[in-house]
Nanobody
C-alpha cells in the first residue's frame, strides 16, 4: 500500500522559513510528477508548485522567488522550502504524486496534509 506522509509544518512568524517534506512509502516502481497544494480556511485547494521526474519546476505566481520545490528520487521524497512567509501563506499543505507500483501508468496519491501557520 502506497502512502505519502508530509512533515515540517508548524507556526512561524512573518518573514520566517519552513521546509516541508513528503515521503512516499510502500511498493513503488516509479514516481513521475510531484506537486504541492494548499488549502486555506474557507477557500478551495490551490496548486502551489510542481516538479517533474527530471527536475523541471513550476510555481504559483504568488510564491515565485520565495518557495523552492525539490526532490530526492533515491528517497522518494519531495520538499518545499518556504522563505519570506506571509500570513496569506497560512494553509494546510498537501503533497501529491503521480506514482506507479508496477511498470505502466500509475495513479495520483495524496498526503494527509500538514498545517502551516504564519503569524503577523
Amino acid at each position: 500500500q502506497v502512502q505519502l506522509v508530509e512533515s515540517g509544518g508548524g507556526l512561524v512568524q512573518y518573514g520566517g522559513s519552513l521546509r516541508l517534506a513528503c515521503a512516499a512509502s510502500g511498493i513503488i516502481f516509479s514516481i513521475n510528477n510531484m506537486d504541492w497544494y494548499r488549502q486555506a480556511p474557507g477557500k478551495e485547494r490551490e496548486w502551489v508548485a510542481h516538479i517533474t521526474s527530471g527536475g523541471s519546476t513550476n510555481y504559483l505566481d504568488s510564491v515565485k522567488g520565495r518557495f523552492t520545490i525539490s526532490r530526492d528520487n533515491a528517497k522518494n521524497t519531495v520538499y518545499l522550502q518556504m522563505n519570506t512567509l506571509r500570513p496569506k501563506d497560512t494553509a494546510v499543505y498537501y503533497c501529491a504524486a503521480a506514482l506507479s507500483s508496477v511498470p505502466g501508468p500509475g495513479y495520483d496519491y495524496w498526503g494527509q496534509g500538514t498545517q502551516v501557520t504564519v503569524s503577523s
